[in-house]
């Protein structure tokens, strides 16, 4: 790869996380959240939660967000329900769910399943107060090489992509004042110079044009442009 003036970046390291753990129900949360308060885990600008969840079977675990914001959820293993008031949705692997909610309102999560856990990501960011949105999108991994765009709105874009090992690529933001969020769903990357393993986060900012290279085979990449 090419060799470059770093831009000011903070890695967020996997075995760091907040762990939360109960019969039901486990999270692990990349920034601070509930009881798990950190210096070095400050919100990322608009982005204020990127949990990692495994649920029981059968269980069902409420959420009250705090803010006007925007909610993402990623099933990686298995599918979820999300009820939003009186509505239900099915989000099964391969689809996002991005639905936006006032501060003080609750959505619930379940595990439809009698005998599987499911796995999945939760990611919150804050929005404007008139920005309301609701998509169900699908996305396939079977081209590799290349990130899929899955949602691209005025808040934020969200994109997927997985590799070959020893894949280079190029994201360009909008806008150098756009902060960056990357994180390595599996394998790892060599992203911007910076060496980001399975599960680690990496936020970068004032970025014109951001280089990557996949480590291992199959490895696959989320990233998060947050937006002005």
């Known amino acids: 790869m090419a060799t470059f003036l770093q831009q000011p970046a903070q890695i ?3 075995h760091l996380r907040g762990h939360f753990e109960s019969d039901v129900h486990r999270c692990l949360a990349t920034f601070n959240f509930k009881t798990y308060q950190d210096e070095s885990r400050m919100p990322y600008q608009k982005l204020q939660v990127w949990n990692e969840e495994v649920l029981a ?14 909610i993402l959820l990623l099933p990686l293993i298995g599918a979820i329900d999300c ?3 009186a509505e239900t949705h099915f989000i099964m692997t391969g689809q996002a769910y991005f639905f936006t909610l006032p501060k003080k309102t609750d959505f619930e999560i379940q595990n439809p399943y009698e005998n599987e856990q499911v796995n999945y990501l939760q990611i919150r960011l804050k929005c404007h107060k008139n920005f309301s949105e609701e998509q ?4 396939d991994l079977n081209t590799s ?7 691209d709105n005025p808040d934020f874009s969200f994109s997927i992509g997985m590799y070959r090992s020893r894949h280079e690529g190029i994201y360009k933001p909008e806008d150098t004042n ?13 992203f911007q110079n910076r060496l980001i393993e399975n599960r680690d986060g990496l936020a970068i900012d ?5 280089e990557f290279e996949s480590l291992t085979e199959n490895a696959l990449l989320l990233l998060l442009e947050l937006k002005a």
């Open 206 to 210: 004032n970025s014109e044009s951001i």
């Open 12 to 14: 967020y390291k996997a």
């Open 145 to 151: 090489g290349q990130l899929i765009s899955i949602i």
């Open 136 to 139: 169900l999108l699908s996305f």
């Open 83 to 85: 009820r939003v008031g």
């Open 178 to 190: 756009h902060g960056i969020f990357a994180f390595a769903l599996n394998g790892a990357f060599e």
């Open 57 to 70: 079977p059968k269980i069902t675990m409420r959420n009250t967000v705090e803010d006007n914001c925007g």
